[in-house]
């Protein structure tokens, strides 16, 4: 079942139950109808656990706010799904402890709603930093000795890392120090996800774009 107000995005809803797909179509066509603050706990719930929802999730975050501006002049929903990104960002250990998934989940979810909510069409600041947190943890090496973890800093820079830059360049910068010492110095570092950093060290010199003998040399690495 896909969902969504007409010439708009439309969302693949068919993980949730009945009841809830119910509340997210009323969500984006009577945002006033419903208790928004409960939406974007059921939103964040199911991004921790679903990690191909938890890719998409920010459009429908988004959609949700701008329906909720148009209807109802509020933002009772945007301020929920802060309110929650903040409760697990600040249990972001507890949470990495608990699930691997959930944690990479997370992270997924909180770079695709950096990348889709805009305030004066220009990135969230109060997102800024907590995104930062969250891929300088990828970066650490207890991390980088993890695929799943790798895998995900690099999906995320190549996603959001060239608006984070414009945001804060010197966090970036410190960032990819991290990610050339972990590259440099591969104690347990399997060999893709060596292959994956050294391709985000090249893409972000590269002006965050990559170079079509890079892609050629990556890819058909990576597809052996």
């Not at 107000?5 to 509340?23: C, H, M, N, V």
């Not at 969250?134 to 800093?153: G, H, I, M, T, Y």
């Not at 890392?161 to 590259?183: P, T, Y």
């Not at 002006?207 to 003998?213: D, M, V």
């Amino acid at each position: 079942m896909a969902m969504g107000e007409p010439g708009r995005e439309e969302y693949k809803i068919q993980s949730f139950d009945a009841e809830t797909q119910q509340l997210l179509k009323t969500a984006l066509k009577d945002p006033g109808a419903v208790d928004l603050e409960k939406v974007a706990n059921v939103i964040v719930d199911h991004s921790l656990q679903d990690c191909v929802f938890s890719k998409e999730a920010g459009r429908m975050c988004y959609a949700i706010i701008q329906a909720e501006s148009k209807h109802a002049g509020q933002s009772v929903f945007r301020r929920g799904l802060l309110n929650r990104l903040q409760q697990e960002y600040q249990a972001r250990e507890q949470l990495r402890a608990r699930s691997l998934q959930g944690w990479v989940c997370y992270v997924t979810f909180i770079c695709n709603v950096f990348d889709y909510l805009r305030v004066s069409n220009m990135p969230m600041m109060a997102l800024v930093n907590p995104v930062y947190d969250c891929l300088f943890r990828l970066a650490q090496p207890d991390s980088l000795n993890k695929e799943e973890e790798v895998d995900c800093l690099v999906l995320q820079l190549h996603r959001v890392g060239e608006q984070l830059e414009k945001m804060n360049r010197q966090r970036m910068d410190e960032l990819f120090v991290l990610i050339r010492d972990g590259f440099l110095l591969p104690a347990g570092l399997s060999s893709l996800a060596q292959l994956l950093l050294l391709e985000i060290i090249e893409f972000r010199a590269a002006g965050w774009r990559t170079t079509p003998a890079a892609h050629n040399y990556y890819y058909s690495e990576l597809s052996d």
